[in-house]
């Protein structure tokens, strides 16, 4: 018998659920067998311990660090080490002289370097620039058509710096894949480098350093104002050098002014990455230059206080270091389990008390779904050195509930389908399509509220944020793949489709009432047998339409019928009619 198509959906839902946990437990398992990972997931600072360090700041001279600059400092290399991949370590400062720098396991020598080293910033001329992904292999410029430096560069915006190889990798560039790298390059500043400008998402090829970020001696934000003295009303950047890099950035701005395009900017670069790239609209002569544009205050606060770093360039020494043992401890995280056993045994005693023999596809779901998040966490920390905090563990119980809620949605629906009196397979179809509004919405708040809490929030509250977005990821796709196909495949059961007592689908134990159609007499609830549900799967998936033998048997039965059904049933006669008329012709 061929199949439905709500089992023929079903059952693709399942081989698609199956593939994707067959596919994330084949790459965990090649990653434990190669010796890379383990099945195990990482876990962060607060339950598994690791290193401290306690830094202190080299300033060059006499110099004197503030506490806005240790701050910026930290600011660093918090970017520095979550660029390495290595998540919930935590950084501080101490008495306002040292900073503290705590991570999970032992950082290897690379980690420390970036830890330790100043920052770089440098004041280098575009020479030319384009989006910021990669061009696309058939639209790259053929070898014979790039061109070729024909003399040695006269200054740092000459386009005889780009090399035929450096043109090609500047094409071949992705912005997006290099800035997610825990590896940046190491630029020489007396040569051309190519850079990435996330503010305007465009690519660069820059020129060699022309003043360093020690030039400068100050910066600030404020209004802008115009020649006359008069406030724009738009906020802007204020930037002083020093006598030395007045004198470099005169001589800079007088040659960018005169020119065009993509070297008339000059860009402002913090270890390699374009904080801002303006374009020269006058030669600066004294030394204090002005950065318009789009700027909101908080934007302009933040780039004077990056630039202001940039005038006091902080390295840092170790003054010790430490191995630490786990904050909270394996206590703590058995303690966590626990409570999401708990958490998750009342749900499915709830659900169990609730739904009957249907709590066993709640509790299924939600097996599955922790299945799916442990190897998402798991395939995480091998991949992306993502580590499990207490804090990720609280956002993986309260997901528990979270789940649940999407179930209850889908199964009363479904109930409420089935109090108006349609069979099960046609409650099912229509309970979907309501249920799956609301819980598309529901989960949309969820990541969303998941996203921006991850975004502004530091420390462990982001390793909450990103277990709850996970998790609501890893509903999504078993309610879709999982709850709904069996479902769709359980209501052709006679056990669900008869309506068991112990189905949790009986509709009398819904509370469904008889329908009195007059005249003394009353229309049962619907319920439908197995025999007949395949056969009215076409009008079950549009949910409100009788099938034409149902109608039939209606209208035996003496039950009121619609003006709609009645037309049906006029219709098929007359067709039903001429088509004997024709066939007895026939026969004679």
């Known amino acids: 018998m061929a199949l439905t198509q709500p089992v023929r959906h079903a059952r693709a839902g399942l081989i698609w659920l199956a593939i994707i946990h067959v596919l994330l437990g084949g790459l965990l398992a090649a990653g434990v067998f190669t010796n890379q990972t383990t099945w195990a997931p990482k876990l962060a600072l607060d339950l598994e311990g690791g290193t401290q360090m306690i830094l202190a ?20 290399i918090r970017q520095r080490v979550d660029g390495t991949g290595v998540s919930e370590a935590e950084i501080t400062t101490q008495s306002g002289r040292n900073v503290v720098v705590s991570m999970p396991g032992t950082p290897d ?21 384009a989006p910021w992904t990669a061009t696309a292999a058939a639209d790259r410029t053929a070898d014979a058509d790039i061109p070729a430096p024909t003399a040695e560069p006269a200054n740092a915006s000459d386009t005889n710096w780009i090399t035929k190889a450096l043109y090609k990798k500047f094409e071949a560039y992705d912005c997006p894949t290099e800035l997610a790298s825990a590896e940046r390059p190491e630029n020489d500043p007396a040569k051309p480098a190519i850079t990435c400008d996330p503010g305007t998402q465009y690519k660069y090829i820059v020129g060699p350093v022309e003043v360093p970020g020690t030039d400068i001696s100050d910066a600030s934000f404020g209004m802008a104002n115009n020649s006359q003295g008069i406030s724009t009303g738009q906020w802007a950047v204020n930037l002083e050098f020093n006598s030395e890099g007045a004198d470099k950035f005169r001589q800079v701005t007088e040659r960018l ?62 003054q010790s270091e430490q191995q630490i043992s786990a904050t909270l ?11 999401g056993i708990i958490g998750l045994a009342l749900v499915a005693i709830y659900s169990l008390f609730q739904y009957r023999a249907l709590g066993f596809v709640t509790i299924l779901s939600l097996i599955i779904a922790g299945v799916l998040t442990y190897l998402a966490i798991a395939i995480l920390g091998w991949v992306q050195n993502y580590r499990l905090s207490l804090a990720g563990v609280a956002g993986i119980i309260v997901a528990i509930g979270l789940t649940a809620d999407s179930f209850i949605v889908y199964f009363e629906r479904v109930r409420d389908e089935l109090r108006s009196g349609r069979p099960l397979t046609a409650a099912v179809e229509v309970g979907w399509d309501r249920a799956r509004r609301t819980i598309l919405a ?72 008889p329908f009195y159609q007059g005249a003394g007499k009353f229309r049962s609830p619907a319920t439908e ?17 009788r099938s034409l033998r149902d109608v039939r048997k209606a209208e035996r039965n003496g039950e009121r019928l619609t003006i709609a059904e009645r037309r049906r049933l006029q219709d098929n006669s007359s067709v039903t009619t001429g088509d004997d008329k024709g066939q007895g012709a026939d026969n004679a």
Do not use: C, W
């Open 57 to 76: 700041p080299r300033v060059q001279g006499d110099s004197q660090i503030s506490q806005e600059q240790l701050d910026q400092a930290v600011e660093i």
């Open 109 to 129: 020598a690379k980690t420390r370097e970036l830890i330790q080293a100043s920052a770089n910033m440098e004041f280098r001329p575009v020479i030319t620039g």
């Open 257 to 318: 002014v005169s020119a065009t395009g993509f070297q008339n900017q000059f860009a402002i670069l913090l270890d390699g990455v374009v904080l801002s790239a303006p374009t020269a609209n006058a030669v600066i002569a004294d030394g204090r230059a002005q950065i318009t544009g789009s700027f909101t205050e908080e934007s302009a606060r933040a780039l004077s206080e990056q630039l202001k770093y940039g005038a006091l360039p902080i390295s840092f020494e170790i």
């Open 329 to 339: 401890g394996q206590d703590q995280l058995k303690m966590g389990l626990i409570a």
């Open 442 to 513: 529901s989960k949309a708040v969820n990541l969303l509220a998941a996203v921006v809490l991850y975004i502004v929030a530091v420390g462990n509250v982001r390793g909450f944020a990103f277990t709850l977005g996970l998790t609501a990821i890893a509903d999504l796709i078993v309610v879709f793949l999982f709850t709904h196909p069996m479902l769709q495949l359980l209501a052709r059961t006679k056990f669900f489709g008869e309506g068991h007592p112990l189905s949790g689908m009986d509709p009398r134990l819904l509370g469904v009432e």
């Open 529 to 545: 047998g197995v025999a007949s549900a395949d056969s009215q799967d076409d009008d079950a998936a549009n949910g409100s339409q």
